[in-house]
């Protein structure tokens, strides 16, 4: 089965510091998402990106945070100024167009923990 | 706007016996469903999904839901527990519009004992 790969696996900074959370969707997929998973706590959505854009974002998504499709084929997160509380489990998830691709793919997550 | 509620943080069962994970829902308008499970140190893998075909839906690994709209319900079974299947299991609910953003309940832990 095709996979979302994301790396690093694991990422350590210091609170303040810019930190960027690499992505790699599948590669005919069309809807791109990022996920958090604060320890202990629900996955929460973060952001949806389509057609290069922001399609849709939740309230945790505010000016420090920032997505992007550089390439083609990555996509990003970059928190710009990190904050303790942004110590969590990243996950990047990716799916096709149209009825019948609900299904979202998800990368194994990058573990981020802020200092 | 649409929730999801998992009504046991914790399930422990021996192995060879049922599981049961219970799943509540709430949507305005007909919604797709899933189930994911969270191995440690693992990403979310797709378990099962229901898309308003069949209500009884079948997943991977001997897993199977039934999706209930008179009880908003979408509770996951299993027949005979393995050990392999400790970990911890999330009901989702996709959004609406063309993003289908998901929100995820809060999970079950699954325990399997010997």
């Known amino acids: 089965e095709p996979e979302v790969t994301q790396t690093p696996s694991h990422q350590v900074t210091q609170m303040g510091q810019e930190v960027i959370l690499r992505c790699v969707p599948i590669s005919n997929h069309l809807y791109f998402y990022w996920y958090r998973q604060i320890l202990g706590q629900k996955v929460e959505f973060l952001v949806s990106f389509y057609n290069n854009e922001i399609s849709e974002k939740s309230e945790i998504f505010d000016d420090q945070f920032s997505v992007e499709r550089p390439d083609g084929s990555n996509f990003t997160l970059k928190i710009r100024s990190t904050k303790l509380e942004d110590s969590a489990m990243y996950f990047c998830?990716?799916?096709?167009?149209?009825?019948?691709?609900?299904?979202?793919?998800f990368g194994s997550g990058t573990q981020l923990s802020v200092l | 706007a649409q929730s999801v509620t998992q009504l046991d943080s914790h399930v422990s069962v021996s192995e060879g016996t049922p599981v049961l994970l219970r799943c509540n829902y709430s949507?305005?308008?007909?919604?797709?469903l899933f189930w994911y499970v969270q191995h440690p140190n693992k990403g979310l893998q797709l378990l099962l999904k229901y898309t308003s075909a069949a209500t009884l839906v079948k997943g991977i690994n001997g897993f199977e839901a039934e999706f209930k709209k008179s009880e908003t319900s979408f509770h996951l079974t299993k027949p005979s527990a393995h050990m392999s299947d400790a970990a911890e299991y999330f009901c989702v609910v996709s959004g609406s519009g063309s993003a289908r953003q998901l929100t995820f309940g809060s999970g079950t832990q699954l325990t399997v004992l010997p």
């Open positions: 998830a990716s799916r096709g167009a149209g009825t019948g691709n609900e299904k979202l793919f």
């Open positions: 949507s305005s308008y007909s919604p797709s």
